[in-house]
């Protein structure tokens, strides 16, 4: 009994389920129903007789993400249809044709790339430390996504600002050894899973048509989060044709650091003229509470879309919760507290989930949890004691322990971790590389807190790590979520707990250009609208207990609760407990320095009014007065929150600087290119008539 398809749909995501011919972007914010629309348009095509099932391919980021979209499509009374990741589909086709490229078994995927480039390295009189080889690592893997090749490496590298690992004549050197090596071995990395297949398709003529006979309709789901290598594939797939459909939320990209783009998504029309655009506002997941949050993060941002701004069609709801912590080890167990307390309420653990920056958080909350005796399901990352490193790390700890171990606990550790990868500093990357050295780290960093308590013997640590790892195996059919923000993308549950909003974790530490402080804030934005009904949002003042408190609430969630205040004071419309500032609070990086003492600045209010906020300043009071009422006439006609054109703070701070060109005008924190286009002349106009 085929189900109507287009019931229960509002009317914009109707008319994007009823363009089934041709190419349609929809471009919406979260929670407004983008994989609902797509995935009724597909039931729809299917139901009408327009679309073959087995025809069509439906593309989405994760694996996890893909079952949902099946899940929701046999809901619907749909069978047949492929949803896959691009990899997964790239792979089975490969598989599928190789007998006809090469007359060879199908070649191993290389699961890492850091031997083969070690080798390279080492051909090209390069250093082949840990550290090296993995930056060169994800130098491959960024130019192989961004098809780079020779001498494009350098050029994109410099017009990015991406520092590589090594110049870029030894890059491109490494890179040839790198793919000569792996040729002659017969194997093939991730990356070429999706080149082989775009060649096999740009090449040979035969396979073409037979790959696109099999699939005549396309929809890719996150399409802001699509890298220049996937958009290949996704081309060669259709050919000359255009029945594709593509979906989602630039303000939702959140993979640019390996080689994502928006780009596609927002200028789809430019290239599809007679495309069907439709854009959906309405959130349907989230609470007005938590969507006001959420808007105000991402609003406060310089390049924010004002065409996303979400309005909730849900009940009023309590306000966001944002707490603060001594350490790391208190937010756990106050998050896995409180997760007891829902548990015991009736909600069921499957309803929660905790969400954090980077998977070595995930050590901490899941031995809290075990603590606790709340169950947890790792999601996108697995638990920390089944990573290959750390499973490799504990076989070495215990070598190393029964060779016996003299020195001082954590010296042991570092020195067994270092032939592993681990170094004082940080990778610069993100990514895999990022994730390994991370777990290292958060061993080291558990040998300091025991070295006392275990009277510096590395078997004691090796067992308290067997007791941690056995406490987390516990079995387990229901269990509060543990993911990732990356790894949480594109889903729901009705209370998420986000941990570690503070600076160095939320944005990260690394997090350096604005382009990538802007990918944090993406984030944190992310983070925030995976909640339906209630979040809870926490940070600690420092990484261990009893260590120094240098981190501060982050800046994403103290700019948008600040707006929130009238005065300097207490928190409006947020629930804020716990003081909301470190003590000896640290500023991270930036010119940051009160214009009128030269104190450095902490806050996000304080930056942006580039003064402490006890410094006397003077403000253009008539100038204030007509930003405001500019700023209320341009928010109602373009129907957004004033919030969303500029902050309270942004508008203070050119009334006190009165900025006389664009450049002056850019140099206010809160104000990027979007917003200088959009209204830099308009606030110039009012400066000049004001001043
Ligand atoms: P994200 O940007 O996070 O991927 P999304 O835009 O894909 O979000 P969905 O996951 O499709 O949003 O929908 C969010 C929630 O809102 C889901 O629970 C969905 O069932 C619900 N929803 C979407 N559209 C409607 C509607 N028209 N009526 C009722 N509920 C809806
Ligand atoms: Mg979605």
Avoid at 198 to 224: C, H, K, M
Avoid at 329 to 354: F, H, K, M, N
Avoid at 556 to 566: S, T
């Amino acid at each position: 009994m085929p189900i109507d398809a287009l019931a229960g749909l509002d009317d914009e995501q109707r008319a994007a389920a009823e363009a089934l011919h041709g190419p349609v972007v929809i471009l919406a914010g979260a929670g407004t129903g983008k994989t609902r629309a797509i995935t009724h348009r597909i039931a729809h095509g299917v139901s009408a007789g327009q679309h073959d099932p087995r025809r069509t391919l439906a593309v989405t980021f994760t694996t996890r993400a893909a079952g949902e979209m099946r899940g929701r499509l046999r809901g619907l009374g749909v069978d047949g249809v492929q949803v896959r990741t691009f990899h997964a589909a790239a792979l089975r086709q490969l598989r599928y044709f190789w007998p006809r490229l090469s007359g060879g078994e199908f070649p191993d995927v290389l699961p890492s790339k850091a031997r083969l480039v070690a080798e390279a390295a080492s051909r090209c009189r390069l250093p082949t430390d840990s550290a090296t080889v993995r930056d060169l690592a994800s130098d491959l893997e960024w130019a192989k996504v961004n098809l780079l090749e020779g001498e494009a490496i350098g050029a994109r590298a410099a017009a990015l600002g991406r520092s590589l690992a090594a110049d870029a004549p030894a890059v491109e050197q490494v890179r040839l050894a790198y793919e000569d090596a792996k040729s002659t071995r017969g194997l093939i990395d991730f990356e070429d899973v999706l080149l082989v297949t775009v060649g096999a398709l740009d090449n040979r003529p035969d396979i073409a048509d037979e790959v696109r006979s099999a699939y005549r309709w396309f929809t890719v789901d996150e399409y802001q989060d699509v890298n220049p290598l996937q958009q290949r594939l996704l081309d060669v797939w259709l050919g000359d044709r255009d029945d594709v459909c593509v979906v989602g939320d630039a303000n939702q990209t959140i993979y640019s650091f390996t080689g994502a783009t928006p780009a596609y998504l927002t200028g789809f029309r430019q290239r599809y003229p007679d495309a069907t655009e439709v854009r959906l506002v309405r959130c349907y997941r989230s609470t007005p509470q938590i969507v006001d949050l959420a808007n105000r993060v991402i609003g406060a941002g310089p390049s924010a879309a004002t065409d996303l701004v979400l309005r909730s069609q849900r009940e009023a709801a309590p306000e966001p919760t944002i707490d603060a912590y001594d350490d790391d080890v208190d937010e756990a167990a106050q998050v896995a507290r409180r997760a007891r307390e829902y548990l015991d309420s009736g909600v069921p653990a499957r309803e929660i989930a905790v969400l954090f920056r980077i998977n070595a958080q995930s050590a901490e909350i899941e031995e809290a949890f075990a603590e606790a005796g709340v169950p947890v399901i790792l999601k996108g990352t697995e638990r920390f004691f089944d990573r290959a490193e750390v499973r490799e790390a504990v076989t070495r700890l215990r070598g190393a322990a029964r060779a016996g171990a003299a020195g001082p606990l954590p010296d042991e550790v570092r020195a067994v971790l270092s032939a592993m990868g681990w170094t004082p500093e940080a990778p610069r990357t993100s990514g895999a590389v990022r994730e390994r050295w991370e777990s290292l780290v958060a061993l080291v960093t558990l040998a300091e807190e025991l070295a006392t308590k275990l009277d510096d013997s590395l078997t004691a640590f090796v067992a308290e790590l067997d007791s941690r790892a056995e406490l987390q195996h516990a079995p387990v059919a229901d269990g509060v979520t543990l993911a990732s923000i990356h790894a949480a993308k594109g889903l729901e549950w009705p209370v998420v707990f986000v941990v570690g909003c503070s600076e160095g974790l939320l944005p990260l530490q690394h997090a350096e250009t604005d382009d990538q402080v802007e990918e944090e804030r993406r984030l944190a934005y992310v983070a925030i609208t995976r909640a339906a009904d209630r979040l809870h949002l926490s940070w600690a003042r420092s990484r261990q207990p009893g260590g120094r408190q240098t981190r501060s609430l982050s800046r994403f969630i103290e700019e948008a609760v600040g707006v929130a205040r009238p005065s300097p004071g207490e928190a409006r419309g947020f629930v804020r407990r716990g003081s909301g500032r470190a003590r000896g609070e640290r500023r991270q990086k930036g010119p940051a320095t009160c214009r009128i003492c030269r104190k450095s600045l902490v806050t996000a209010r304080e930056r942006t009014l580039g003064r402490c906020e006890g410094c006397p300043a003077e403000v253009n009071v008539d100038l204030l007065d007509a930003l405001r009422e500019w700023r209320l006439q341009t928010a109602r006609s373009q129907e957004v929150p004033a919030y969303f054109v500029f902050t309270d703070v942004t508008l203070l701070a050119i009334a006190e600087q009165e900025p006389r060109d664009e450049e002056a005008l850019a140099g206010i924190p809160g104000i990027g290119p979007r917003k200088l286009a959009d209204y830099g002349e308009h606030v110039l106009d009012l400066v000049a008539s004001y001043s």
